[in-house]
């Protein structure tokens, strides 16, 4: 949520409105979920104990019925992953596991497996924080709550069956997992004992087969694709056995002790909490929804959880590093901060103060909130569906001025906060209304869809933005970006669904200058590299062919869209067998060298990547004694895309040199299918994209 101030206003040379960020995607859905680890974060999440349902086999032809009992059987999942830095494999458990099994005494290989299913929505493992990644954002197992085998065979049985004596055997069917069926093969062994049947039978399946992962929190967890399944079932004849309706509900985790050892609670801990996480994370908030920060009893409930997103750097979340010039508004804990945050969990999480204790976000007394001269938004709220998961809308809205006006100042403020992720604020000049009418004449309901790019082929000035903890932006005294007359806005809102999809009417407010006013122009210039990823060598994919996928980028995006690849080169002096020399066919990178346009001060930068990007890297004046560096990505992260403001505005002349370097890897989504990537709009294509904002020193 936009912070809503109301006191003093004070004004600085330079603000981008006291602004922590602007998120900045261009089109391209992200991938991953972006729903939440706090399921299991929260502590009254309900535990689903009942058993899947299934219909057992009939006991015909002298043919004993076996149903499982999940008090004694259990299904294994392993999946090799980086958590936290650390390469570990997670072993997620559950027993909501229901089947039967038919035995022919006389002969094994008559034998038959019924519709077995498991309920994963009970997986659990050592660690919250992967459960829920694994579980929630991976398998969605609110909506896809069991993994159910059907049409099963079984191979490698004969003779009779002999009581105590293990036997090998293979099992194909059909595994529906997330929704998406696939054949699958699992071998093992079973044994009959008594009225008891015994089988541990296991197979490597590829979460991407199942569209279910890998799963990527950038810098918090990183899983493999192969998943290693492990069926251990024990199952009772059916007349001697009746298996319950519900499981029991497993023992609870949080039995780590707790000592007074670690730091204190009240001195240390939280007020580390309330400076860095509450501002997100309070009840109401943005960040609530996955882990709310309302008092004590919140922190310390998730101990664990708090330290692993600590010193991995997940949160507070602020992707840019240390390696280039000072920016406003960092967010970012000291190695201090996360040590203290680590022993206390560590120690437990214990509290010195009462649970109910509240923690509180500080006033930041010098926010500076710019004026509402002007309100839009959509004629009609938007209403969406959860049918389409990532939802990219454009928005029309007309500040109708009939002169020449400076906006100085904007607010985005989202409606439903739970549904949009994202808000993208550009000015587009007069010229384009037409098409722009006309794409919004075309989509039934308000505004048009957009997951492409906005359908005006013109980029337009970024004004204005919201991504989660965004503030209002004030461009400061004197300074904004210049509409001329019907020049007007597109709102460009990424709505993410999960459950719910309420009816939307997020508003933009602008603070204008008074007409007459002296206002100096921003100049805000896009820096671009040209994008050559290979596919890997021996890939016969039909995308895989350069022209091929320059001939697609030209079906989805007109001809224009496809010379871009092309037309990136010949600006970076580079041949896109150059470029694409530097790939292995997985990873890929790019650079390019801009001479600076505007004379000025560098006052706001930002670097644009799919999700696909590793690495970003703006530099002034590369290899030489004045080299600076802008910005520094090591760890790019499509989720938190931010805009920058140096603390001193960087002067730059013409003289002077910029270098784009952007860097990608395709293994973060190995699932999917493989093209040549080249700059292309589109979800699944890439970019290499900047944005520099100069404050000209004279001049409008
Ligand atoms: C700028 C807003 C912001 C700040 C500051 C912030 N968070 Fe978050 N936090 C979020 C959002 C948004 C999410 C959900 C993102 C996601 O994981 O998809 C989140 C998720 C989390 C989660 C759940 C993990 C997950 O992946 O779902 C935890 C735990 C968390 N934050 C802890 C913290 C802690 C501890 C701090 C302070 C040290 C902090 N956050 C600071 C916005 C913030």
Known sequence: MVERVTGAVRRHPWRLGAVAVVLVALAGAAFLGRDVISLWLSPDEPVDVTLPVVAPLEAAGGRTVYLVDPERSRATVEVDELLAGAQRTARLTTQGIAGSVAVDPSDAAGSQVGEIAVNVHQLRSDNALRDKAIRHDGLESHRYPEVRLRNAAVEGLSGPVRDGRAQDLTIRGDLTAHGVTKPVVFAGSARLAGDTLQAEVSTTLRMSDHDIGPISKIGLVRTGDDVRVQLRLVAVDRTTFSPPAQLALAATRDDTPRSADGPSFRKEVAPILATNCAGCHQPGQVGAPHWKLADAGDAAEVADGLALVTASRYMPPWPASDAGIPLQHVRKLTDAQIDTLRAWAKAGGALDVEPSTKVTAPVEPEVTVPRADVTLRSAEPYRGSTAVRDDYRCFLLDPKFTEERFV??????????????????????AATRARLDAADAEAPGAGWPCSAGMGTGAGGDLVGGWVPGQRPQDFGEGVGYRFGPGDVLVAQIHYHYETVAPPDASTMTLEVAPPGEKVTALRTRELVGPVEIPCPAGSTEPLCDRGAALADVGTR????????????????????????????????RTTCDYRVRDEGDIVDVLGHMHTLGATYRMTLNPGTPQEKVLLDIPRWDFSWQLNYQPVDPVPVTRADTIRVECSWDRSVDPGRPLRYLVFAEGTEDEMCFSTVTVRPRSGP
């Open 557 to 588: 995006f007109g001809p224009g869209g496809a010379m871009i690849a092309d037309a990136l080169h010949r600006f970076c002096r580079t041949t896109p067998a150059q470029v694409a020399a530097a790939s292995d066919g997985t990873t890929g």
């Open 408 to 429: 100085t100042g904007t607010t985005f403020t989202p409606d439903e906060v739970e549904i949009v992720h994202h808000a993208l604020v550009y000015r587009q000049p």
